[in-house]
């Protein structure tokens, strides 16, 4: 069992197609144009890149705080990555799109 690494806001990478995925099982039931018994992935995964790329470029993006150590002053820049096993947010959505793409393709 692989273990699931990220720092900051990373987890949504995987959260957020899961969660799009259910959101189509729930509104298949009140959504008429939703074919039955096809999954849309293609869609699912090109939506879920969007929304993911999107939001690691807004997180990961600079300006950062400036902190002042009290004890010896000096100053550093406080950044928070926000990633999934060391990649980016914001490549991990590039990766679902590209997905997505090759999924619309077969």
């Known amino acids: 069992m692989v273990p699931i690494i990220w720092r900051g806001l990373g987890c949504w990478v995987l959260a957020v197609p899961l969660l799009m995925l259910f959101g189509l099982f ?18 699912i995964f090109a939506l879920s890149g969007v929304v993911t790329a999107a939001w690691g470029f ?42 997505a793409l090759a999924a619309a393709r077969s």
């Not at 729930?26 to 869609?43: C, H, I, K, Y």
């Not at 400036?66 to 950044?79: C, K, Y």
């Not at 926000?82 to 980016?88: D, E, Q, R």
């Open 26 to 43: 729930v509104f298949t039931e009140w959504l008429p144009l939703l074919p039955r018994g096809q999954m849309p992935m293609s869609a």
């Open 58 to 99: 807004a997180a990961n993006r600079p300006p950062w705080p400036i902190v002042i150590d009290p004890v010896t002053g000096h100053e550093f820049l406080l950044r928070t990555r926000h990633s999934l096993y060391g990649v980016p947010m914001q490549y991990w959505g590039l990766f679902e799109f590209a997905l």
